[in-house]
């Protein structure tokens, strides 16, 4: 991260360069995250525009003895939770991903990749039937790659409560992985 260190007290101060090398960065992962908590793919870009709008202007708020991750992530879920309001009352409710994309596959062998895309579907459709809280903090965490406490401060929760979360979830899934495992094994 050294260089990301100087990158954000440049973009605090207004530094633009600064503020682009740093946005550039993390909009891979930002796009990712949308993504996994659900969000159409039509809208993941809006959102991801909207937490660097955010961001430039929460800029001299930032608090550089605190891990940029959890501010930016902070950030982000705030965006998410404004989108879903605004959708739930266009919509009259949040619907999950409707029709995901498929993500390319690095197998070469076109059972490998059918079978990789499939699993992933399975996963994703795990992930959708958790609840957002624990959706988001395992987004965190295992896509993401924050440490608890950077997730415990982008979520504004104790540590105790990201920990609880995120096994919580872990258990769901992997009964819900399991069931679905079973079911083929008998087919």
């Given at each position: 991260?050294?260089?990301?260190?100087d990158?954000?007290?440049?973009?605090?101060?207004?530094?633009?360069?600064?503020?682009?090398?740093?946005?550039?960065?993390?909009?891979?992962?930002?796009?990712?995250?949308?993504?996994?908590?659900?969000?159409?793919?039509?809208?993941?870009?809006?959102?991801?525009?909207?937490?660097?709008?955010?961001?430039?202007?929460?800029?001299?708020?930032?608090?550089?003895?605190?891990?940029?991750?959890?501010?930016?992530?902070?950030?982000?879920?705030?965006?998410?939770?404004?989108?879903?309001?605004?959708?739930?009352?266009?919509?009259?409710?949040?619907?999950?991903?409707?029709?995901?994309?498929?993500?390319?596959?690095?197998?070469?062998?076109?059972?490998?990749?059918s079978?990789?895309?499939?699993?992933?579907?399975r996963?994703?459709r795990?992930?959708?039937?958790?609840?957002?809280?624990e959706?988001?903090?395992?987004?965190?965490?295992?896509?993401?790659?924050?440490?608890?406490?950077?997730?415990?401060?982008?979520?504004?929760?104790?540590?105790?409560?990201?920990?609880?979360?995120?096994?919580?979830?872990?258990?769901?899934?992997?009964?819900?992985?399991?069931?679905?495992?079973?079911?083929m094994?008998?087919e």
């Amino acid at each position: 991260m050294g260089q990301e260190d100087d990158l954000i007290p440049r973009a605090a101060k207004g530094d633009w360069e600064a503020l682009a090398r740093l946005l550039g960065r993390h909009e891979g992962p930002l796009f990712g995250f949308f993504y996994r908590l659900g969000c159409h793919p039509n809208w993941v870009e809006d959102l991801v525009q909207e937490v660097m709008i955010r961001l430039y202007q929460a800029r001299h708020r930032y608090d550089p003895s605190r891990p940029f991750s959890a501010w930016l992530y902070g950030i982000a879920r705030n965006v998410w939770r404004d989108h879903a309001r605004r959708r739930g009352r266009e919509e009259g409710h949040v619907t999950a991903l409707e029709s995901p994309e498929e993500i390319p596959s690095t197998a070469a062998d076109p059972l490998e990749r059918s079978q990789q895309g499939e699993e992933a579907e399975r996963v994703r459709r795990a992930l959708q039937r958790l609840p957002e809280e624990e959706r988001m903090t395992l987004i965190l965490r295992h896509y993401q790659g924050l440490t608890y406490e950077e997730i415990a401060e982008a979520l504004g929760v104790p540590l105790g409560t990201v920990k609880w979360r995120i096994h919580d979830a872990v258990r769901k899934m992997g009964a819900w992985l399991s069931v679905r495992e079973g079911r083929m094994a008998k087919e």
